[in-house]
C-alpha cells in the first residue's frame, strides 16, 4: 500500500504564491506517475498537472499552464507543485494521487492511490 500526505496548502491573495507538497510512504517503488487534482466547492475533482516517474515528463490543464509547476524529488519520494500568479478560480482542495503504471491519464479513475487533500484558498 501506498500512503500519500499533502501540505503547504493555505490562505494567499489573488497573485501571490504557495508551494504545496505531497510525501509518499510504504510501498512507493510501486508508484510511476504523480499528479495533482483539484476540487472546488460544487463542481468535480479536475485534473491540474502529471509528472513522469522521472520527472522528464509534464503536463497541465490549460487553466494553469505557465502559472504552475509540478516537480518531483525521488530520493524523498515527495512532488511539488509550486503555484504562483494564484487567481480566485484556484480556490479548491487539492489532492495529490499516483498510479501504478507510467503515462497519465485526466479521470480520477485512473489513479490508485490518493492523498486526503490540502485546502487552498485565494482572496481578492
Known amino acids: 500500500q501506498v500512503q500519500l500526505v499533502e501540505s503547504g496548502g493555505g490562505l494567499v491573495q489573488a497573485g501571490g504564491s504557495l508551494r504545496l507538497s505531497c510525501a509518499a510512504s510504504?510501498?512507493?517503488?510501486?508508484?510511476?506517475?504523480m499528479v495533482w487534482f483539484r476540487q472546488a466547492p460544487g463542481k468535480e475533482r479536475e485534473f491540474v498537472a502529471a509528472i513522469s516517474w522521472s520527472g522528464g515528463s509534464t503536463s497541465y490543464a490549460d487553466s494553469v499552464k505557465g502559472r504552475f509547476t509540478i516537480s518531483r524529488d525521488n530520493a524523498k519520494d515527495t512532488v511539488y507543485l509550486q503555484m504562483n500568479s494564484l487567481k480566485l478560480e484556484d480556490t479548491a482542495v487539492y489532492y495529490c494521487?499516483?498510479?501504478?503504471?507510467?503515462?497519465?491519464?485526466?479521470?480520477?479513475?485512473?489513479?490508485?492511490?490518493w492523498g486526503q487533500g490540502t485546502q487552498v484558498t485565494v482572496s481578492s
Open positions: 494521487a499516483a498510479r501504478r503504471s507510467g503515462g497519465w491519464g485526466y479521470a480520477v479513475s485512473e489513479y490508485h492511490y
Open positions: 510504504g510501498r512507493t517503488f510501486s508508484i510511476y506517475t
